[in-house]
């Protein structure tokens, strides 16, 4: 897989701009050319890097009618069904929105409910065909959340997935997003799994950034409440600091870390966005020279309203300090 390497500039938060097998894929999509999607999947190196592809392929404009057919054609083909359940995931997604609970409407919950439950149809028919398929289980968690099915099923979905995939980190991020309070679950369960997925992970894997991910859940937490210093000053306690370095040097910052996958961009990110709220921008450094342009949106809205610019403003306070 080959990653683009841009002069520093703009922060790049479409994944198609800085990974040339996403934009071959979603070229793919858009020219409705079913084996050059399969092939494109095909070529991928792991798990973790089909997740992420499959969103690629949910969000392209227009491709609803043309997965929708295509997995009508290949019955027997787990890819094309899997890729239309993710479709209408992401659209259900899309009209329930990111808000609170309490400010979605029922028309926007009914709407999105119905969105997963279309897709868990087809979804529950490939793991049941295929009980080895991760990119299915994966997506199972997601929907376990949205269709509030509550943790012990999530839980159940994940196990699933584990089985097979031990280190699964677009399933253990789905997982730790249901184990947050604003999902039923608690603090002590979102940071317990956060770790204990990045201590039993392989040494270089991205899994660490679940520390950092759950970190910034808490503080979004604390800083919702309109008190931003208590927020900073939950991310500046020693522990918090050195759960994170301990974290970003067996995961992101090992030697053993790939620079080309997929995931390991988000991860970085999540360590930047950890530091950075805690205005440890020194210890950003590291990892912004690592991602040049490479943004992502999740967790950068967490900081700023503006996930680009806050991205580009604490990257230049981060290099110029580190």
Known sequence: MSALTPPLGRPLTEPTEHFRDLAVLRSAVQLRDANAVA?????????????LASWTVAETPDCADFLRETAAGRPGDPLFRTLYANHLIRAGWKIRSGARAEHVSRQQFDSFHAHLRRAEVLLIDVCAEYPAYALAWYLRVTTAR???LGRGEARRRYERLAEHH?????????LLQQLCPKW????EEAEGFARACAEAAPEGGPQGALVAVAQLERYLEIAGDQDT?????????????????????????????????????GAHNAFAAAHSAAGRHAEAAPHFRTL???????????????????????????????
């Open 39 to 51: 092939a494109a999947f095909e070529a991928l190196p792991d798990e973790d890097d089909r997740a």
């Open 146 to 148: 949205g269709l509030e």
């Open 166 to 174: 031990p280190h699964h980190y677009s399933g253990q991020s789905q």
């Open 184 to 187: 039923s679950g608690s603090w």
């Open 229 to 265: 210093r208590a927020a900073e000053t939950y991310l500046r306690e020693p522990a918090q600091h050195t759960a994170l370095l301990e974290a970003a040097a067996r995961s992101v910052l090992h030697p053993a870390a790939r620079t080309d996958a997929f995931q390991y961009v």
């Open 292 to 322: 040049g342009d490479r943004a992502t949106e999740f967790p950068w809205g967490y900081v700023g309203a503006d996930h680009s610019a806050t991205f580009a403003r604490h990257r230049k306070t981060a290099l110029a300090k580190g």
